[in-house]
Every structure is written in structure tokens, then in C-alpha cells.
């Protein structure tokens, strides 16, 4: 099946400090992409969606400023967590859509973000 | 109302045994998907198999079979011949409409333990 990568797949940052996961999808053009969180032992919940070229439609309860999304082509979108709180310490997915020719989301293998 | 539910937060199955996985779903949208992923202990989602709405048998993938009733909105999945490798959680998913286009709700999981 397509690939997608993430990258990093871990990173420990300080307090209040920002920091910025990739998304790519390798093999495919990614028309949409969806970014996910799962906090320990949960489920996944949308963050957010994003089409390339667009801004990002974000789920309720999530900070469009705090999370910021950016999908400026078909296989790159990023999500930068600014201002990171300890709360925010997180599993972030990924999953990246073809919808035009597939009905598949193809996962990344997430990032894991501790913030002390 | 929650649009995934997988009642069972726990499995236990000897191996090479098989066991059904629950999940029931609710949506008005008369076409739509259904999927069962696996997530181990390294996070990543790995997709297992996918049903649509109008599709008129069960899908089949390998060692995994999506029992469909859609009068009752279930999609149950079955493992046969369990591995030790197919310890995992195992997440159930649905998405609206039939393309890539949007997002998947995920319901809470069920984490499987497959005893030798």
C-alpha cells in the first residue's frame, strides 16, 4: 500500500517552546490529510483537516492557533504545536487521503510528543 | 451519540483459536465505510479490512473476515486461527460517504490478548 512518513517520530520539548511534526505521503498525491491525537490508553480523535492550498478546518475544541496546520502541497502538511504545555504530550497520526482514486487513508506511524 | 461503539475494552483467545471482535455504528448517511485497523505497541495503524455500505458480501482479507449486518449496524470483525502476533488493539472506524474525502471516527478499541 501507499506510504506515508512522519517525522519526528519522537521529540521532548520544553515548556513553551513550539515544535513542528511532518507529514509526507511518499508515493502518492495526498489531497487531503487528516491529523490525529491519541493521549495514552484513548482513542484517535480528529484535530483537524486539511486540503493542500486551503487552511485547515479544525474540530471543535481544538486551538487553530495553538495548532497550526500547513499543507503547501500534495505530500507535505505539517502541524506546528506552539507554546507546548505539558498537556499537550501526545500521540499525533496522520493520515493522508487520495479520495479520487482510493477510498483508503494511509496512516503515518506518529509522532510521540512529551513536553516537561 | 457516539457514531463507533466497541463494547469489549479486553479479549483473551488461545492461540490459534478464533474470536469476534464487536462493533456496532451509527450514521444516516446510506453510503459509507467501515474499517478495522490494528494498532501494537509501536503506534502505528495498520489497516486490516474495509467494508462499504452497498458491498453485498463480507469482506475477506487473509485470516480476517468483517461479519456486516446491516439492519443491526454491526460490523464485527473475526481473526481466525489466532497468532501470538495478533496481540494488539484493535480499532473499528467508519467514515461518511464512500471516498477518501473525509475523516474516520474511531471507536475505543479493544485490546486483544492472544495466550499460547
Known amino acids: 500500500g501507499a506510504v506515508v512518513s512522519q517525522h519526528p517520530s519522537r521529540v521532548i520539548c520544553k515548556s513553551g517552546t513550539s515544535v513542528k511534526i511532518e507529514c509526507r505521503s511518499l508515493d502518492f498525491q495526498a489531497t487531503t490529510m487528516f491529523w490525529y491525537r491519541q493521549f495514552p490508553k484513548q482513542s484517535l480523535m480528529l484535530m483537524a483537516t486539511s486540503n493542500e492550498g486551503s487552511k485547515a478546518t479544525y474540530e471543535q475544541g481544538v486551538e487553530k492557533d495553538k495548532f497550526l496546520i500547513n499543507h503547501a502541497s500534495l505530500t507535505l502538511s505539517t502541524l506546528t504545536v506552539t507554546s507546548a504545555h505539558p498537556e499537550d504530550s501526545s500521540f499525533y497520526i496522520c493520515s493522508a487521503s487520495a479520495w479520487a482514486v482510493s477510498y483508503e487513508q494511509y496512516f503515518g506511524p506518529g509522532t510521540r510528543l512529551t513536553v516537561t | ?116
Open chain 2, 1 to 116: 451519540a457516539q457514531k463507533i461503539t466497541q463494547t469489549q475494552p479486553g479479549m483473551f483467545v488461545q492461540e490459534k483459536e478464533a474470536v469476534t471482535l464487536d462493533c456496532t455504528y451509527d450514521t444516516s448517511d446510506p453510503s459509507y465505510g467501515l474499517f478495522w485497523y490494528k494498532q501494537p505497541s509501536s503506534g502505528e495503524m495498520i489497516f486490516l479490512i474495509y467494508q462499504g455500505s452497498y458491498d453485498q458480501q463480507n469482506a475477506t482479507e487473509g485470516r480476517y473476515s468483517l461479519n456486516f449486518q446491516k439492519a443491526r449496524k454491526s460490523a464485527n470483525l473475526v481473526i481466525s486461527a489466532s497468532q501470538l502476533g495478533d496481540s494488539a488493539m484493535y480499532f473499528c472506524a467508519m467514515r461518511e460517504g464512500l471516498t477518501g474525502a473525509n475523516n474516520l471516527f474511531f471507536g475505543t478499541g479493544t485490546r486483544l490478548t492472544v495466550i499460547p
